[in-house]
């Protein structure tokens, strides 16, 4: 390999844009051999032509919105309850031994079995996907946080103990610092299950979003804009993951994960 080929490897556009230049190209392909009937499977320039179209009529901008809406709204309460409620089960034994069935019981229960009585509750509003979004974040969160409390040494524990610390201090200096790796993974897990419970919400109960654009669009036939939904889906997601939540889980990994390799040593 020479030199530039090696440098080119090592830029991030071609390590993002590399392994879907393979796939475009497969699909481009069975598109123009009409593998499939055009009803069912269209090519890359079709789904452009797509694209432009919702563009200049404004309606993908628009439902690009509402879905990153009921996100934020989903996240910020996902994240709100989940977090205390990891800690305070993961710091109690009688907390934990109350609630643990629960919590395996709950995290079992797919979110979009919630639906249908969802919509009984709430009918179809931005209340009834938030609370879908929700109840998928907040399982797993609390999950890995009472997991990160396990994960600190207790040798730690006792350590700060001994030289007079309290028990906030304790939490705080100690327990925290020692959980964030595991809350940093809990995190970006939560927010992955949240953002597939958003699209799942969305063609069910939603009246806009892109979820709802894809079922709308499967209902009069738009093959196009259903694989457009589907391309905007994972282009955002990947965005979202690369310069947010891998990176946050990266930092905290490096920053706080020595605390349990250093206890090892």
């Known amino acids: 390999m020479t030199v530039l080929a090696r440098r080119l490897t090592r830029t991030a556009a071609v390590r993002t844009l590399g392994p879907f230049v393979p796939v475009v190209a497969l699909w481009w392909l069975l598109a123009e051999l009409a593998v499939f009937p055009p009803a069912f499977f269209v090519g890359p320039d079709v789904v452009l032509a797509e694209l432009g179209g919702l563009l200049e009529r404004g309606v993908l901008p628009g439902y690009l919105s509402d879905s990153l809406t009921r996100l934020w709204y989903g996240v910020l309460f996902g994240l709100l309850?989940?977090?205390?409620?990891?800690?305070?089960?993961?710091?109690?034994?009688?907390?934990?031994?109350?609630?643990?069935?629960?919590l395996l019981f709950f995290q079992a229960i797919a979110d979009i079995a919630w639906l249908p009585i969802v919509i009984v509750w709430f009918g179809f509003s931005l209340t009834a996907v938030t609370f879908v979004i929700v109840y998928?974040?907040?399982?797993?969160?609390?999950?890995?946080?009472?997991?990160?409390?396990?994960?600190?040494?207790?040798?730690?524990?006792?350590?700060?103990?001994?030289?007079?610390?309290?028990?906030?201090?304790?939490?705080?200096?100690?327990?925290?610092?020692?959980?964030?790796?595991?809350?940093?993974?809990?995190?970006?897990?939560?927010?992955?299950?949240?953002?597939?419970?958003?699209?799942?919400?969305?063609?069910?109960?939603?009246?806009?979003?892109?979820?709802?654009?894809?079922?709308?669009?499967?209902?009069?036939?738009?093959?196009?804009?259903?694989?457009?939904?589907?391309?905007?889906?994972?282009?955002?997601?990947?965005?979202?993951?690369?310069?947010?939540?891998?990176?946050?889980?990266?930092?905290?990994?490096?920053?706080?994960?020595?605390?349990?390799?250093?206890?090892?040593?």
């Open 81 to 102: 309850i989940g977090l205390p409620l990891g800690f305070l089960v993961g710091m109690s034994t009688v907390l934990r031994r109350l609630t643990w069935p629960l």
């Open 136 to 265: 998928t974040i907040v399982f797993p969160l609390v999950l890995s946080v009472v997991a990160g409390i396990e994960q600190v040494p207790r040798e730690l524990v006792r350590a700060a103990r001994s030289l007079g610390a309290g028990r906030f201090r304790v939490f705080v200096e100690v327990i925290v610092p020692g959980a964030l790796p595991a809350v940093a993974s809990g995190v970006r897990t939560g927010l992955g299950y949240g953002w597939r419970a958003l699209v799942a919400a969305e063609i069910i109960v939603g009246t806009s979003g892109i979820g709802f654009m894809m079922f709308d669009a499967r209902r009069v036939g738009e093959v196009a804009e259903v694989f457009l939904g589907m391309i905007v889906l994972g282009i955002l997601w990947y965005a979202l993951d690369a310069l947010f939540l891998a990176p946050f889980e990266r930092a905290t990994v490096e920053r706080w994960g020595l605390v349990r390799q250093e206890a090892a040593a």
